[in-house]
């Protein structure tokens, strides 16, 4: 029996045999190879140039594209900002309004609590507008106080500055124009009563910008005398102009008119104040018995006649 089930369990092994290679190669298939269509190449003509002005123009759309893209981008950010911070103020207002209006409503009571806090809104305004109004007016006092005591002690500064700038002004219109000097004389001499004899002494350089006098002097100085003498003086800065009559001697002189300014400026009665020494002392009233070398106004002609 023990035989019987070992044969059954093991089966008889028999010997396996290989095949040779030659059998194991695969045949080749040969195929034809079948020759493809020749397609016709399109003839090709020179390639077409773009547009000078494609490049750059498609560049400026992209970038035109990008700057808009962006700056939209922006105002919906900025906007987008702006409700939310507009939100969220008015969600404070609310909150403060309604924490205020509880508060008040609690302490004064529902049905006197409105006219209570108008009286006393009004009450605590009123004390406000009345304590700033004192502060503002004790503010400009002060302000006007300081504003006085600077004037104070820049009015000399200022003086000084004034009367410089007139001088320059002074200075340039006498060298620049020969008939300053004329309506300086003409002012002097204007309705005065007629005298025996005239001289006018004015500097060298302002005499030789006076070949001739405009008709309104001429008519002036005929008026006021029939000896009428104009004395250059080269020693004086120009615009002196001094008029000696008989009974009386004129300084007209820009430097003289200057300093009678800074007088009255400075609150110095003019005759208080030493002025500018004439270039030479002549007593009023004095006829001269000489004839003195200068121009008569005879000898000058008016503006525009021979």
């Not at 000696?244 to 009665?269: C, G, V, W, Y």
Request: proline share 8%; glycine share 4%.
């Amino acid at each position: 029996m023990l035989n019987i089930w070992k044969r059954s369990s093991h089966p008889k092994a028999e010997t396996y045999q290989f095949p040779d290679t030659e059998e194991l190669e695969p045949k080749e298939q040969e195929t034809e190879e079948v020759p493809l269509p020749q397609m016709e190449e399109p003839e090709q003509g020179p390639p077409e140039e773009p547009p000078a002005s494609a490049a750059p123009l498609q560049y400026a759309q992209v970038q035109a594209d990008q700057m808009l893209l962006e700056a939209k981008r922006q105002a919906e950010k900025i906007l987008g900002d702006a409700r939310q911070e507009a939100q969220r103020h008015a969600e404070m207002l609310y909150e403060d309004a309604r924490r205020n209006g509880w508060e008040t409503g609690h302490a004064e009571g529902v049905s006197q609590g409105s006219a209570q806090a108008l009286e006393e809104n009004r009450r605590v305004c009123e004390e406000k507008i009345k304590a700033l109004s004192e502060e503002v007016a004790q503010f400009l006092e002060r302000a006007n106080a300081a504003l006085d005591r600077q004037m104070d002690e820049n009015i000399g500064e200022l003086r000084e500055l004034a009367i410089a700038v007139a001088e320059k002004v002074i200075a340039v219109s006498l060298r620049s124009s020969s008939e300053v000097i004329g309506r300086m004389i003409q002012a002097a001499v204007d309705k005065r009563k007629r005298r025996e004899w005239v001289r006018i002494h004015i500097a060298e350089c302002d005499a030789k910008r006076m070949a001739r006098l405009s008709p309104a002097l001429t008519a002036a100085l005929a008026s006021l005398s029939s000896q009428v003498r104009i004395i250059p003086m080269a020693d004086d800065e120009p615009g002196t102009c001094i008029i000696e009559m008989p009974d009386e001697i004129i300084d007209a002189s820009a430097a003289t008119q200057i300093h009678n300014i800074r007088s009255m400026l400075a609150d110095i009665p003019a005759d208080e104040a030493k002025g500018p020494a004439s270039p030479e002392e002549r007593s009023p009233g004095h006829v001269p018995t000489d004839d003195p070398p200068g121009l008569s106004c005879g000898d000058l002609q008016p503006d525009g006649k021979d």
